[in-house]
């Protein structure tokens, strides 16, 4: 079994559609989560970090649930520029110098279309 | 404000062939990794380093070295190139001492071994 694992989509969805993405770990002591975002032929960059009491950025909403080991992200209003693969991404060392070793889910593939 | 950089963007490699891969950054970050990409399976942890001088395998060592002289430097290289070394490489650094910290990635490099 995968560390992490997401549904590797792809999504096409249109323009304004709601669209949710989930992943589960497997490790419980993991520690930290994150969603990243890498466009076509880019490297990854950091969309937000996931807190255990959900936290929002604009039309992103992303949601932990230590409990069943759950993480997801929500987007709402999808807009074109919006398409890209979304990584989920988790520390799950339990600390000291382990922060930054990152695991990395297969990423899920969205396309936004007019 | 360069950030991570990596260099070479591509490189054509023959079976057998060693080369480095450079990962400079200028953000006195003490955390830097290296991760490779490949379809279908997400990023993988290569080797990482802790500071300079400090240096540990990740998830895929075999057939990579690395070192680390200075804070700023953190090469990549390939003792003698394989097909199985085909991917996209990409280097990252951040502060590892804080939980959510984030990683900042270079524009990664992509590798053919022929």
């Known amino acids: 079994r995968k560390e992490v694992e997401q549904d590797p989509g792809p999504f096409n969805v249109p323009e304004g559609a709601t669209v949710a993405f989930n992943c589960t770990y497997s490790n419980s002591a993991s520690q930290s989560f994150f969603w990243y975002r890498q466009d076509c032929r880019k490297e990854p960059k950091l969309l937000m970090s996931?807190?255990?009491s959900g936290n929002e950025d604009g039309r992103f909403t992303a949601q932990l649930n230590r409990a069943s080991q759950y993480i997801s992200l929500l987007i709402r209003d999808s807009k074109l520029s919006d398409s890209a693969t979304y990584l989920c991404v988790v520390n799950r060392d339990a600390g000291g110098t382990s922060y930054g070793k990152l695991t990395f889910g297969q990423g899920t593939i969205l396309t936004v279309h007019p | 404000n360069a950030g991570v950089t990596q260099t070479p963007k591509f490189q054509v490699l023959k079976t057998g062939q060693s080369m480095t891969l450079q990962c400079a950054q200028d953000m006195n970050h003490e955390y830097m990794s290296w991760y490779r990409q490949d379809p279908g399976m997400g990023l993988r942890l290569i080797h990482y380093s802790v500071g300079a001088g400090i240096t540990d395998q990740g998830e895929v060592p075999n057939g990579y070295n690395v070192s680390r002289s200075t804070t700023e430097d953190f090469p990549l290289r390939l003792l003698s190139a394989a097909p199985s070394q085909t991917s996209v490489y990409f280097c990252?650094?951040?502060?590892?001492?804080?939980?959510?910290?984030?990683?900042?990635f270079g524009q990664g490099t992509r590798l053919t071994v022929v």
């Open positions: 996931v807190y255990s």
């Open positions: 990252a650094s951040s502060y590892w001492a804080a939980a959510n910290t984030e990683a900042f």
